[in-house]
């Protein structure tokens, strides 16, 4: 069990600093200005960060829990 909570931190580490900088690579590429240079709302950059930061999370889960469940049988 501790190993699944020790992994489960550290995916949601992972989530908090994907979502930084996955929004913020997706904000530099697709900025929210329109051409007469007018903000809104950017929530297809949010969504986008949203599912790959998702997707990152669980990726690290398995692999600390792997890593860890390795050095555990050692």
């Given at each position: 069990m501790k190993i699944y909570s020790i992994a489960f931190l550290i995916s949601i580490v992972?989530?908090?600093a994907s979502i930084v900088?996955?929004?913020e690579i997706a904000d530099?590429?697709?900025?929210?200005?329109t051409e007469d240079?007018?903000?809104y709302m950017p929530t297809g950059n949010v969504f986008i960060t949203m599912i790959y930061s998702i997707l990152f999370a669980?990726?690290?889960?398995?692999?600390s829990a792997r890593i860890l469940?390795?050095?555990n049988r050692s």
């Open positions: 992972v989530l908090a900088v996955v929004y530099y590429m697709n900025p929210p200005v240079g007018h903000r669980v990726l690290s889960f398995f692999i469940r390795r050095k």
